[in-house]
Structure formats: structure tokens, C-alpha cells
């Protein structure tokens, strides 16, 4: 089941009549989730050029007839590009654990995120 689609970069479009590739690779395993990095290539069958038109990852969980999370297999990696697949996702859900400790600890303070807004931005409020 797909929980999240995080990230997804539109890097040059797909014209009509071109041959489109998804090419996904298993990035990263936890107990029961797993990214999914999907590459995005087209190709112009006069030409035979090819290029990479977007990018995206695909947070998945694995679920039981019951609809609970059940541990997957463990990934092996075998290659420096799938460590180094494994180790960027390791980062981002790092930074993303970190993001949202962050927003949980704000307080409501209208008054201080409004002037933090006002001095930063350039937004008229009306309250």
C-alpha cells in the first residue's frame, strides 16, 4: 500500500509518440515499510535520444489481509549505488523525524508569527 509519495521532480516532458521507461529500485527497508525511488525516461524512436524526464519516491507499507503492518524482507545491498540509495534515504527520513519534532514543538503565538512573517515576507495580514 502506498503511503506517501515524497519528492517528485518533473525534469523535461514527454513528448507525444516518445517510448516511456519507469525504471524503480527498492531504496531503502524498514520493518515494514520501504521507499521506491522511480526514474522516468523517455525515448524518441526517430532519434533513439533518451532522456530523463522525472524522478520520484514512493513510501510503501506492507499489509496483511487484516490490513496490519507486517515486517518485509530485509534488503540486500550489493552494490556502492544501492549503499549509497540506502544511506540518502536513511538521511532524509532523519531529517524529516527532525522537521516534524520541530513543528511540534511550536507554540500558538499569533502575535510572534505574525511579526516573524511580516519582517521575513512580503504579506499584508488581515485579522
Not at 540506502?86 to 510572534?112: C, G, H, M, N, P
Amino acid at each position: 500500500m502506498t503511503a506517501s509519495v515524497g519528492k517528485v521532480d518533473f525534469l523535461k516532458p514527454i513528448e507525444v509518440g516518445e517510448l516511456v521507461t519507469l525504471i524503480a529500485s527498492v531504496n531503502y527497508v524498514g520493518n515494514s515499510s520501504m521507499e521506491v525511488g522511480i526514474r522516468v525516461e523517455s525515448m524518441n524512436i526517430q532519434s533513439g535520444e533518451t532522456k530523463h524526464c522525472n524522478s520520484s519516491y514512493f513510501t510503501m507499507i506492507a499489509k496483511n489481509a487484516e490490513g496490519k503492518s507486517v515486517r518485509v524482507p530485509r534488503l540486500i545491498l550489493e552494490s556502492e549505488k544501492e549503499i549509497f540509495r540506502f544511506y540518502k534515504s536513511v538521511i532524509k527520513i532523519e531529517i524529516e523525524k527532525e522537521r516534524e519534532r520541530a513543528t511540534l514543538d511550536l507554540e500558538f503565538d499569533s502575535q510572534e508569527q505574525q511579526e516573524y512573517i511580516r519582517q521575513h515576507y512580503d504579506v499584508k495580514i488581515n485579522l
